[in-house]
């Protein structure tokens, strides 16, 4: 009898899998012991549901992993896939090109607008930000600056699992075991949740903007010629949805700007629509030098990462000699011909249907849903900005992590719901088709797991 037959009693709906053998994939930031002892699996979507082997339909608090923002398996971008796949399965973007690279291209920059004008593309969040990274050091080299070789991140940021990811990010657990290979020349900000000012803001916190004076404190450490980069997600989505306190990134922008350092927003979860517009910097109203995104660009079909740049970055590669190439960097996947026709099939489904605006629109009935959950079990805080939301467990003593953790599970299997969960915190973030209903039936379902949690 195969792993997943033995496991019938405790998970019927993998046993109706009985070909399936759980113990060759060795899953992703997952407890695979756990998931192989009661698996959760998916077989089928679409639109806000996704629906088990046996057509179970669960509804997506999380938009996957905060990434089918058009809602899933949408027939323009499943088209547009299929058709790329049967016209030009695969092209170089080293020392070639493709049409639809450049299209997609000059349309995501329009959607950026200025100062943005030049896109590199990646496969993933993580290989966006490392590339940023690289491309912030070229900058400064091919600008006779090539001491400023230093990155500052942020406790609680995450960035991908790359070597430069993980050494700008700030998550103990995900740098531990690695840690005598992290980046040389790092240092972190401190982080901006602070339960005590900001318990149950609604929004962004008032409190906090001094946080990042931190900055001035790590520029006189390490002086302002030694350091390349900052690097911070606008709002922090894995480590639980840190709203950033009014004033903050401004001054991020400000202290930067005035010592010559650039500044990247890692845009991975805010990019396309999660918080009202376009992109998190439009609605957050700073503007950085570089900003990553991934997830959303093509709701999450086929996987694809990009990095933006400002006006002048391009331009300083651009004195190397002629013929030769600028930017020692790239994938073979760069702009993959499936990748580019989904991105672009997913910008007209979010340009029809507004849905780029659409988080804008719903942040004020999604903010009362979630802060309706206050005053259940266990909830010591609820915040949102956009289509993002997150209510923080009080930790179970002896056992951090294990309260949010049953919630997700109980979500899944006794309330058909779908949710993220993040050492006590619990995560959500719809599909930007979301309708009011489904955001009530989402909060109801929460509270009936929260009640019926120890
Ligand atoms: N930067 C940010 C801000 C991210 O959120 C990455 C980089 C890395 O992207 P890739 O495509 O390499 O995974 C991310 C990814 C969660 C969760 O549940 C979040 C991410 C990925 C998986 C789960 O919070 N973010």
Known sequence: MNDIAKMGALAPEAAAHPDND??????????NRQFKSQPRLLARAEGMYYYTPEGRPILDGTAGLWCVNAGHCRKPIV?????????????????????????????????????????????SGSEAVDSALKMALGYHRA??????????????????????????GGIGGNRKAFSGALLPSVDHLPHTHDLAHNAFTRGQPQWGAHLADEL???????????????????????????????????????????????????????AFGRIGKPFGFQQL???????????????????????FAREGIYE?????????????????YSAHPLACASALAALDVYEAEGLLERAGELAGYWENALHSLRGEPNVIDIRNIGLMGAVELAPRAGAPGARAFEAHVKAFFEEDLMIRFTGDIIAMSPPLIVQKTQIDQMIERLARVLRRLD
Not at 143 to 168: A, D, K, L, N, P
Not at 285 to 307: E, H, W, Y
Not at 316 to 332: K, L, R, S, V
């Open 22 to 31: 759980l113990s060759a994939f060795w899953m992703p930031f997952t407890a």
């Open 79 to 123: 088209d547009a896939i299929a058709q790329a796949a049967a016209t030009l399965d695969f092209a170089p973007a080293f020392q070639m090109g493709h049409p639809a690279a450049f299209e997609l291209s000059s349309r995501l920059v329009a959607l950026a607008g200025k100062p943005f004008s030049q896109v590199f593309y990646t496969n």
């Open 316 to 332: 300083a590669f651009m004195n190397a000699p002629q013929n030769a190439i600028e930017f020692f960097h790239g994938y073979t």
């Open 216 to 270: 001035e404190r790590l520029i006189t450490l390490h002086d302002a010629s030694t350091i390349a980069a900052v690097i911070v997600e606008p709002v922090a989505g894995s480590t639980g949805v840190l709203v950033p306190p009014a004033g903050y990134l401004e001054k991020l922008r400000e202290i930067t700007s005035r010592h010559g350092i650039l500044l990247i927003f890692d845009e991975v979860i805010t």
């Open 285 to 307: 109203g700073v503007v950085p030098d570089l900003f990553t995104v991934a997830k959303g660009i093509n709701s999450a079909t086929v996987p694809m990462g990009a990095v």
């Open 143 to 168: 600008r006779g600056e090539g001491q400023r070789t230093r990155f500052i991140g942020r406790e609680r940021g995450y960035h991908g699992v790359g070597f430069g990811g993980m050494s700008v």
